[in-house]
């Protein structure tokens, strides 16, 4: 049981697609997070959700479209993504989003576009 | 801007020795935060051990301790008594204290010979 759980595992997507990423948390924290990892590359920070507002948008696409229903759960919507998206996208949650909260982070999701 | 470096994309130890991870890091503020993160095949990132900047002490979690230089802004995670369970990726990782998100380095790959 991690505490943070993220569906699918691996999702393979044709560029023309809809599809959507989800994260549940069961730790009772109020913060959520997505992050993009690349090959190489270091974490990404793409959105921070605070009490399902959200309070961080760094520079994402449009073609991202994140939704935070209740503080238990956060989705990434997708539409029309590229090649160079592809990607392992992990979610995450601490008690609140000051820096000083140590995050518990979700498996990932493995996204593959063709 | 606030970055985190490590300089050994690669590192490898034999079964029950000591390997030390280098991460160095820059920034401003005073009050700051680093932390370990361990990421096995199974893609999970784990919190290792975390750092307060403004205490003296280095921190330490069973094997795994810091070797927090504040003044050369440096921080390595230094791993006693290897376990082949302890072959991952580890990421260094920085925030403030008001900030809403942590900035990685590009990770070490550590790999335990039996």
């Known amino acids: 049981e991690t505490g943070v759980t993220q569906t699918p595992r691996h999702l393979v997507m044709g560029m023309t697609n809809k599809k959507s990423l989800k994260c549940e948390q069961h730790l009772g924290h109020n913060a959520m997070y997505w992050y993009k990892q690349s090959a190489k590359k270091p974490l990404e920070l793409m959105f921070v959700y605070s009490l399902e507002e959200r309070v961080e948008n760094n520079s994402v696409p449009s073609r991202f479209s994140p939704e935070c229903p209740n503080s238990s759960h956060l989705f990434l919507h997708l539409h029309t993504l590229q090649p160079e998206d592809s990607a392992l996208y992990l979610c995450?949650?601490?008690?609140?989003?000051?820096?000083?909260?140590?995050?518990?982070f979700g498996d990932g999701t493995r996204l593959s576009i063709l | 801007a606030q970055t985190v470096t490590q300089s050994q994309p690669e590192m490898s130890v034999q079964e029950a020795e000591t390997v030390t991870l280098s991460c160095t890091y820059d920034?401003?503020?005073?009050?700051?935060?680093l932390f370990w993160y361990k990421q096995p095949p199974s893609r999970q990132m784990i919190l290792v051990i975390r750092?307060?900047?403004?205490?003296?002490q280095n921190a330490t979690e069973n094997r795994f301790s810091v070797n927090f230089q504040k003044a050369a802004k440096s921080f390595s995670l230094k791993i006693s008594d290897s376990q082949l369970g302890d072959a991952a990726m580890y990421f260094c990782a920085y925030t403030t204290g008001s900030a809403r998100q942590l900035t990685f380095g590009s990770g070490t790959q550590l790999t335990v010979l039996p």
């Open positions: 920034t401003s503020e005073s009050d700051y935060y």
């Open positions: 995450a949650s601490s008690p609140h989003h000051r820096g000083n909260q140590p995050q518990h």
């Open positions: 750092q307060e900047a403004y205490k003296q």
